[in-house]
């Protein structure tokens, strides 16, 4: 990452996925096997679980030290909790262990969103990055990824296929929404009959780390989750909410409109609409866009060189590259990529790197005026070439990526196709979804109008693929979202927000009164780790299990130019 950059927190790992799914490392799934039988040992689905001691009946984990206080594990959980003595699904764990084992208070349960981000990867992150020595000393740092993911019998679907993955962020035109939709179709057929696909709701996951917990003999749990984490922090809260010691959201999902949707004023059942696209995510993005180049026009074109309404220049580099293909075309960057790259960018709070980039493509465009588009790059182009190279690499080297525009590059369709399917696998599985394709080209204008701009097309076609999907929701939670004593829930937002605008903490917050709310000035994505005030109030709320006697209003990190 460049010092240009801001050292940016956990974002969505696959995305709420902006961008087409990359390849994703095929490493084989341990195969599903037979349980011991578990019958008395589990929890009703839904139903929160009394505490006990480890009992020898239970699954053992099979932990290897892997150096530094860490442990490498794996667990066998019944692959559909209504059969705890049928097959079996292997899940993945990591562990920092407590410093000071003769004083360990117990677990923190780890998770970094996604849907489809590895939870094991991100303990030692989360452990040495967010927390504290304090906490460090007294808790265990413990990271399960999430059936589906990872090395927990990851989604991976390959096989033949004439489809190819996009290459563009989202559709924009009748011809790209017929590739996008190949390629759904495409997914869907290589991933359905494999048996994972049917169990891999959030309550699931919910029911591993109770699992877990029992397993380990601690009385209650803590949690740390971030983005999509926000949805499993609340489901455990609300199914096994006696085991909650102390659980905090970080960058915001209402689980509501996750699962359910929540109706429009003009009655329109929120059912009706794409998933991805009633969380108000487009709204947030547009907003902290907003903001930020606010405060490049506050300071100057010495500082930025964008300055003298940077918002409505913004405007324009995106408007000409979508209604003039020859240009865009002629310097080498798409709209969609465009749209895409901002947003990546957005989630790390780099706004100088987005007025960077859209100064030079501005700079650009105005040299094709009247050139013929040739596929060539303009006379020049290095410069802009070079900052998008630079905005990639500094989402590839962020421990969690988040969303950024497709390369670009043109993708030859392949003789055999390979997609991970962890992040609709989660997804379609948790949330009510439109049947008919047609809702989402009329959600992403809808969006688009209703104040998302281009971000609100983006995010819509997010969720496209669960028009259909494969797998079972049986499962799944959806409600009600309460805790009594929810003082035990600490809910954190950066006030612009891309992806989990702070309209989602203020829903869970009314949907668990007591519980409290740290919001900070930060544009991004993820709150802890990049402001003092927000990592502090969470590591206090943490080590102490208490929580502030009010909400907590934080100011910004620094300034972004």
């Not at 006990?52 to 860490?70: E, H, M, N, V």
């Not at 709209?335 to 100088?352: I, K, P, Q, R, W």
């Not at 003082?487 to 927000?497: A, G, I, K, P």
Request: charged share 20%; aromatic share 8%; with cysteine.
């Amino acid at each position: 990452m460049t010092s240009s950059s801001p050292r940016r927190a956990v974002a969505f790992v696959a995305a709420l996925a902006v961008s087409v799914p990359l390849l994703a490392s095929l490493a084989v799934a341990p195969a599903v096997s037979v349980a011991p039988p578990l019958a008395p040992l589990l929890a009703p689905p839904g139903v929160g679980a009394a505490a006990s001691a480890p009992r020898a009946d239970l699954p053992r984990i099979r932990w290897r030290d892997c150096g530094r206080r860490i442990d490498c594990g794996r667990v066998d959980a019944p692959l559909d909790y209504d059969k705890p003595d049928g097959a079996t699904v292997g899940l993945n764990l990591l562990r920092v262990r407590a410093r000071k084992q003769a004083r360990r208070v117990g677990a923190i349960f780890v998770n970094p969103g996604g849907p489809g981000g590895a939870a094991a990867d991100f303990a030692p992150y989360a452990a040495s990055q967010m927390f504290d020595r304090k906490i460090r000393n007294r808790f265990d740092v413990i990271g399960i990824d999430p059936r589906g993911v990872g090395g927990s019998q990851g989604l991976y679907c390959r096989g033949r296929s004439t489809a190819s993955y996009p290459a563009f962020a989202f559709p924009d035109t009748r011809h790209q929404i017929r590739v996008w939709r190949a390629f759904d179709a495409a997914e869907h057929r290589l991933c359905a009959g494999k048996r994972i696909v049917d169990h891999m709701s959030t309550a699931d996951t919910a029911r591993d780390m109770d699992l877990v917990r029992r397993i380990l003999g601690d009385e209650q749990a803590s949690f740390y989750g971030a983005s999509y984490g926000s949805v499993l922090g609340a489901t455990w809260a609300s199914m096994f909410p006696d085991t909650v010691r102390a659980a905090v959201v970080d960058g915001v999902l209402d689980p509501v409109a996750w699962t359910t949707g929540r109706d429009l004023a003009d009655g329109t059942p929120g059912s009706s609409l794409p998933s991805s696209g009633r969380l108000g995510s487009e709204v947030g993005a547009r907003e902290g866009l907003a903001a930020g180049l606010a405060e490049c026009d506050a300071a100057g074109r010495q500082d930025c060189r964008l300055a003298g309404d940077a918002l409505a220049r913004w405007d324009a580099v995106a408007a000409r590259l979508r209604s003039d293909k020859q240009a865009a075309r002629a310097i080498g960057f798409s709209y969609s990529d465009f749209v895409g790259t901002t947003l990546g960018l957005l989630y790390g709070g780099d706004l100088d790197l987005i007025a960077r980039i859209t100064f030079r493509a501005e700079k650009q465009l105005a040299r094709t005026a009247g050139r013929p588009a040739t596929g060539e790059p303009a006379q020049g182009d290095g410069s802009l070439r070079r900052l998008v190279r630079e905005a990639r690499q500094d989402l590839a080297d962020s421990p969690f990526p988040g969303p950024y525009a497709a390369s670009g590059a043109a993708r030859r369709p392949a003789k055999r196709l390979y997609v991970d399917g962890s992040f609709h696998g989660v997804l379609c599985t948790d949330g009510l979804n439109p049947t008919d394709p047609q809702a989402w080209v009329e959600n992403a204008e809808r969006t688009r109008a209703a104040g998302g701009a281009d971000f609100g097309p983006l995010w819509s076609w997010a969720s496209s693929a669960c028009a259909g999907w494969p797998g079972s929701a049986a499962d799944a939670y959806r409600g009600p979202f309460e805790m009594p004593d929810a003082q035990r829930l600490l809910l954190v937002s950066n006030r612009y927000d891309p992806a989990t605008p702070l309209s989602g903490a203020l829903a869970l917050q009314r949907l668990m009164p007591g519980s409290r709310l740290v919001v900070t000035q930060d544009t991004g994505h993820v709150a802890t780790g990049t402001n003092k005030c927000a990592t502090a109030a969470v590591r206090d709320f943490l080590r102490t299990a208490q929580a502030p006697a009010e909400d907590v209003a934080c100011g910004r990190s620094r300034s972004p130019f």
